[in-house]
């Protein structure tokens, strides 16, 4: 991970409205003998007692199930918009280029589910994904039951502690005000991702740059 202080989210909430905005997790893990396995998936989370959780669920016999049967250590990759900063845009064009991204990794053991934790997961999936609604039919209650005879034995549920989270926050914050307004007006102007990284880069303009505090680069000399 990219490990710099002045790149980190700092805001536990922030963390975890990203976590919540970006659902679709990277997994992966290790067999005993090193071979990597990596899958993505949706993952709900979950706090509990002060202690979050991540919750989600995989195809039973797959090379990810079978590694982490074996190996329970994992490894789950939120990542955000992402979009590429040229240096031609800094007051000084004579550095490197950059990419600038949000991501937060999470690592923890994961513990499988019991069948009746599996269809309480389930109903909880399904539910968010459709926005709450209980009529859809897509709702788990409302599965047919000779499809979820066929498809409830093919996965299995998973749990997993956090008991590691970083993060990556790498927003320009190394940047001048001068370069950092011009970043922000070029990323304006491309759209998409892009757009998301300058509304991002927005929200921390005034605590980067406090009214009548000279901007001082020594802090990122690191």
């Not at 710099?4 to 905005?21: A, M, N, P, V």
């Not at 370069?179 to 991002?200: H, R, T």
């Amino acid at each position: 991970m990219y490990n710099f202080s002045y790149f980190k989210e700092k805001d536990r909430q922030t963390i975890l409205e990203f976590i919540e905005e970006n659902p679709f997790a990277f997994m992966t893990g290790s067999f005993l003998s090193g071979k990597q396995v990596a899958t993505q998936i949706p993952v709900l989370l979950e706090e509990k007692n002060g202690e979050l959780y991540l919750q989600g669920h995989i195809m039973r016999n797959t090379d990810h199930h079978k590694a982490f049967v074996e190996n329970p250590n994992a490894l789950f990759v939120f990542t955000g918009p992402e979009c590429y900063v040229s240096a031609s845009w800094y007051s000084n064009p004579q550095i490197g280029s950059t990419w600038n991204y949000m991501s937060v990794h999470i690592g923890g053991q994961i513990n499988f589910m019991t069948n009746d934790e599996l269809v309480s997961f389930m109903r909880k999936l399904t539910l968010k994904f459709e926005k709450g609604n209980v009529q859809s039919l897509t709702f788990y209650d409302n599965l047919p039951d000779q499809f979820l005879s066929k498809m409830m034995p093919a996965i299995v549920g998973f749990e997993i502690k956090a008991e590691k989270i970083e993060n990556v926050f790498k927003l320009s914050q190394n940047r001048d005000e001068k370069s950092y307004l011009n970043i922000i007006s070029k990323l304006e102007e491309q759209g998409g991702n892009s757009a998301l990284i300058a509304a991002e880069m927005r929200k921390r303009q005034a605590e980067l740059f406090p009214p009548g505090v000279e901007w001082d680069a020594s802090k990122f000399d690191s």
